[in-house]
Nanobody, 120 residues
Framework: QVQLVESGGGLVQPGGSLRLSCVAS????????MGWYRQAPGKQRELVAT???????NYADSVKGRFTISRDNAKNTVYLQMNSLKAEDTAVYLC??????????????WGQGTQVTVSS
């Protein structure tokens, strides 16, 4: 069984910063890409940023230059540093891991989500 545990969300003023973390755990877990998605009320889930196991990042245009994704492979952890936050960044942020356990097929694993609210 694979578990993803997110932390770091909260309430922040516009222009502020937050750092999200997501730790993946599971028996015989092999991780490929890791990433963050977000879903605002009434909107579809959208990609925020992903990072390959080699460390190559990919960002949504809306967050380029403001957000930085990174990972610590030894800790099975992915981070999202969010700077210059805007009201439109308000959403539930969900951690995603492309991985597999043992010799099972690769699947997408999802965390429960952490709320980020940007408001004055």
């Amino acid at each position: 069984q694979v578990q993803l545990v997110e932390s770091g969300g909260g309430l922040v003023q516009p222009g502020g910063s937050l750092r999200l973390s997501c730790v993946a755990s599971g028996s015989s877990l092999s991780i490929y890409a890791m990433g963050w998605y977000r879903q605002a009320p009434g909107k579809q889930r959208e990609l925020v940023a992903t990072i390959t196991n080699g460390g190559s990042p990919n960002y949504a245009d809306s967050v380029k230059g403001r957000f930085t994704i990174s990972r610590d492979n030894a800790k099975n952890t992915v981070y999202l540093q969010m700077n210059s936050l805007k009201a439109e960044d308000t959403a539930v942020y969900l951690c995603n891991v492309d991985g597999r356990t043992g010799w099972r097929p690769r699947v997408d694993y999802w965390g429960q989500g952490t709320q980020v609210t940007v408001s004055s």
